[in-house]
């Protein structure tokens, strides 16, 4: 059985996570689950959403895949309860995972559209603390805690952080793009408090595709063409960070974007910097390449990628994550050893080990349990 890190998985949040910790005055607002014609929705304030369908369908055959689950007792226990998910990932030999939310959005940007910005700041604080506290206790050494932060409000952001860096977080879960949102894009200073404390803390900021862009569409065939493209984010925010001031200003900042798949950065990588070398005369750049920054300060994701494996050389086998998606649709879940397997046959063992491991070990600061590989993997390959 291969050790496994998995950078990027999902939290179906259970229906207290906010209810139990806003304050009382909040709790009538804060987002709670409501019942109607056989399904269950999320609402707050004034709104109400379904977030469950392709977000929770580990462990169906794919024939059964759709808009189900539409309640919690359609889903298996792991996509909700830590103590269940814990049990599903280490019978794959997943020993260790950083999982995103699901109701906030995968960078948390959904409380910058409450109108009441007080309970948006307590829904941020309330599922941080259930991170921290319930899903990551329940299995401390399998899940790495990674919270969110107000993503309206730079300064919030920051103080945030750090109460969450007090209580042990090891990541940011971030979005992609604030441009995207209406927020200030990162072309700015205006973000500078959040780096300043991220770079201090050597934390990394973990952005997911969609965490900054349009929510994928469930008319025809659009979900099967946005899902199929969705790298395309993750190229297009990418380059744009390699390009902006921030990376300059602060050389020391760890930036992963999750899910977006590694087989165009090499691609995206030549074109960046043949074109900063065309324009910077006119447009004052300095010296430092985009491609530079990447090798530098970013780390990127891959699932099922043997075309992505192939060109791994061709940017660094040292700053590519292994992720499982658990229990989304693209999770390889419950058959991870085979597609691993799979997937890296042809890998020679110290890339595979980094890619799958070491790399995200070093990264989150967070080294596999030999306890668990112990008793769970008695025949553990090397």
Same mark, same amino acid.
């Given at each position: 059985m291969y050790e496994l890190f998995s950078v990027d998985d999902h939290i179906v949040e259970p229906a207290d996570v906010w209810t139990s910790r806003v304050s009382s005055k909040h709790r009538d607002l804060a987002p709670h689950v409501l019942t109607e014609g056989g399904r269950e929705f999320w609402c707050w304030e004034d709104k109400r959403e379904a977030t469950m369908g392709l977000n929770a369908v580990a462990g169906k055959p794919r024939e059964e895949w759709g808009m189900e689950p539409a309640r919690f007792s359609d889903m298996i226990d792991g996509c909700y309860q830590p103590a269940a998910r814990a049990r599903d990932l280490l019978s794959n030999g997943i020993f260790a995972s950083v999982a995103f939310p699901t109701l906030p959005g995968f960078g948390g940007r959904k409380f910058a559209t409450f109108a009441d910005k007080d309970l948006a700041l307590e829904c941020v604080r309330a599922w941080n603390d259930f991170v921290i506290d319930e899903w990551c206790g329940a299995a401390p050494e399998v899940f790495v805690p990674m919270t969110i932060a107000p993503t309206w409000d730079a =300064?919030? !952001?920051? !103080?945030e952080v750090r109460r969450c860096l007090d209580r042990g977080t090891k990541a940011l879960c971030w979005v992609e793009d604030p441009a995207n949102i209406g927020q200030p894009g990162y072309h700015t200073d205006h973000w500078d408090p959040l780096w300043d404390v991220c770079q201090e803390a050597e934390l990394p900021i973990c952005m997911h595709i969609g965490s900054a862009s349009a929510a994928v569409s469930l008319e025809g065939l659009i979900p099967i063409v946005q899902i199929a493209a969705a790298f395309a984010g993750a190229a297009h925010s990418s380059v744009n960070m390699m390009c902006s001031p921030i990376p300059r200003r602060f050389p020391g900042l760890r930036f992963v974007w999750s899910e977006g798949g590694i087989g165009w950065i090499p691609a995206a990588i030549e074109r960046a910097d043949r074109q900063w070398l065309r324009h910077k005369a006119w447009t004052h750049l300095d010296d430092t390449m985009p491609g530079e920054i990447a090798r530098r300060n970013m780390w990127f994701c891959m699932i099922e990628e043997p075309v992505g494996l192939s060109y791994r050389h061709d940017f %660094?086998? =040292?700053?590519?994550l292994w992720e499982s998606d658990y229990p989304h649709a693209d999770t390889p879940w419950p058959h991870t050893q085979d597609s691993v397997t799979e997937l890296f046959a042809s890998v020679p063992d110290d890339e595979r080990i980094k890619i %799958?491991?070491?790399? !995200?070990? #070093?990264?989150?600061?967070?080294?596999?349990? #030999?306890?668990?590989? =112990?008793?769970? !993997?008695?025949a553990v390959v090397a």
């Open positions: =300064d919030l !952001a920051a !103080a %660094t086998v =040292d700053r590519i %799958t491991r070491t790399n !995200a070990e #070093q990264l989150f600061k967070f080294p596999l349990s #030999q306890r668990l590989i =112990d008793l769970h !993997a008695p």
